[in-house]
Each structure stands twice: as C-alpha cells, then as structure tokens.
C-alpha cells in the first residue's frame, strides 16, 4: 500500500435517502392496502453521497462535488456531509446550490422481513450548467493532487459532456457508476462498473469500441460479477469472472456505491485491477446484509484485503 491514504475527487447526484419503519398487522379498511405503524424514521446519504460514506469509512481523503436544491433535505445532506469529512481537515464537500429539487428516496419498510413495500421518489432531472462547477474545479480542487476521480452518475444534472471532457483533458484516471443513456460521455475513462441490466443496454448501444474504456466491472448481485479488460494488454484471457459469496440478503440499495468506492479506493493505493475488483465483490456482499444503505467497515475491507493477497 501506498505510506499515504489516497485521495478521491468524487463527483456526481448527491440524495437522501429517506426510511419510515413499521409494522404491518392489518389492511387498511379504505382500499386493500397494508397499514404501517410507524416505528423508526431516519435518513443517510445517497447517490455520490453514498461513495463519500464508504470511501471516509476507508480512511480516504474525500473531496466531493454536487449540487442541491433549496430546501430542508438540502441542508440535511449538508450537515450528515460535514459530519462525515470534519474528522479530516484535508477532505471537503463543495455543494453547488440550484433551483432544482434535492433528489430524495422514500421507502417505506415492514420489519418483519425488512420488506421494501413501497418507494416514493422527488427529483427534477434538469441539466446543469458546466459553469456552476467549474470554478471548485479550477480554484478549489486544483489545490489537491488527486489520485483517482469516482463519478457517481444518476442522470440528475451534475454529469454532463463539458464535465466528462475537462476531467479527460486533466489525465485523471476515472472510475464511472453510470446511467446508460450518458454512455457515450464515458468513451475514453478507466473502468466503467454497470450493473447486468446497464451493461446490456450499454453495449447494445454500439457507444462503445475495445479501444474506448479500459475495463468494464460487471456487477451481477447474487451471481458475483464479471471483470472484462476491453485492451488485448490489459487482461491475459480479457474476462475474468468473480462469484459471490452466499449471504442473506437484506437491502441492495447503495452496494454499487461500496462497489465503486472500494474499486477507486484500491486503485488508488495501487492494488491490481485483479484484486481490487474481488476486494470491492467481497465488501458489496457485506453491505447487503445490513438494513438501509450500509457504508462498509474497515475491517471488513481489511479482511478482504487479506483474503486476496
């Protein structure tokens, strides 16, 4: 490892996500629906807040790089934000404030079995101008040497062309999570890591050749994933498939935020892509266990690390 923890430029949608808890004993005599006694709310960060979360588990330095509305949710993103960069001075959330609607996940959860019963989304998906972030780019973030950027793209607003390309011009090395029809801007980065429905609209698409992306991370949920090296000298057979440990399953939401944050995490400190990619399956199997959107811990990443020496 390197004798310094890395640090991460992520940029991207930035939500809360929002849990209402309860019990259900009854169907509501109004319409043949269940009836939730509520018993527990709370909220954590989503989206590109979600990479922040797992990466500041790790001991990385964060700078992070979104946009929010004016509104309540806006400033509870804000505060859970500083919370988790205050205990390292070096890390910062540059939060643009727009017109547009802070995105937030609702759901709804009986306990029984931590069933997902219902979700409730609010979002404006409004592009938004390259201009607004430029100036943390050339003022804030240009301070810091960076040593790998994470987009984290939710086709909210904040991933645009403009941005893709001045990131390219930089030479930085990119990791993207993506949206498939924002395909065609990821031409040109490091790793792209779609899940199995992304990856097939994706390549469907023909926006990509062997010679435009140097990897593809194919997560796969309970069937693992798939590692593709899309250069003939990056991977000796170019795919490499990584099973999934047996686990029980409890929520999904956010394991492709651990998965993107570990694999940028690990590049950065230098493992093989190899490692990396089975350290990042490992930890996601870990965070589904867990109820609401879980952050991996330390010492779980550590056992990894171990198990793929």
Known sequence: MKAKEPTILVI?????????IGTVERISPEAPVPIVKV???YSTLGGCGNVVRNLRKLGSTVICLSSVGKDPEAEEIKTQLWHICKEDPK???CIITTNNRTTVKQRIVATERQTQMLRIDYEDKKA???NLFLWFLEEKISQ??????IISDYAKGVVSWEMMEYLKSKKYKIIVDPKPENGAMYNGVFMITPNEKEWGQMWLSSAYTNDKVDYFLVTKGSKGMELFGMKKDLLSNKHIEIPAHPVEVYNP?????TVVAVMGYCIALGFSVERSAKVANKCAGYVVTKPGTTAVSREVFDEACKEFE
């Open 12 to 20: 991207g949608d930035i939500m809360l996500d929002k849990y209402i």
């Open 39 to 41: 018993t527990k709310e």
């Open 91 to 93: 890390s910062i959330p």
């Open 128 to 130: 938004l101008p390259f």
């Open 144 to 149: 810091y040497k960076i040593d790998i950027v």
């Open 253 to 257: 939401s956010g394991a492709g935020d």
